[in-house]
């Protein structure tokens, strides 16, 4: 790892990384989790995954794929794929 990226982290989940130069604001982040799993008609998903995230127990840096595993494992959810969102597995 680059030591410019190890000093100039955000604590905790201020920012989840894309890459070692992009990253989300929390908020982003969200709104990204939610597009990406279609979760738009969860009633309340913006407060379930703002509580759940309390409680993510990873380290700084957070990279958005383990973050993103994280929650899907948590709480049960699923990518869908722009092109098909409405496929299931057989």
Same mark, same amino acid.
């Given at each position: 790892m680059r030591d410019d990226f190890a000093i100039?982290?955000?604590?905790g989940l201020e920012c989840?990384?894309?890459?070692m130069t992009e990253r989300f604001q929390l908020?982003?982040? &969200?709104? #990204?989790?939610?597009k +990406?799993?279609?979760?738009?008609?969860?009633?309340? &998903?913006? #407060?379930?995954?703002? +509580?759940?995230?309390e409680s993510y127990p990873g380290h700084p840096p957070v990279m958005v794929n383990e973050l993103n595993a994280?929650?899907?494992?948590?709480?049960g959810y699923r990518a869908s794929h722009p092109d098909f969102p409405h496929l299931e597995d057989l």
């Open positions: 100039k982290q955000a604590n989840i990384y894309l890459s908020d982003c982040f &969200i709104g #990204h989790y939610i +990406t799993r279609n979760l738009r008609s969860v009633p309340d &998903i913006e #407060h379930i995954l703002r +509580t759940t995230l994280w929650i899907d494992k948590t709480l």
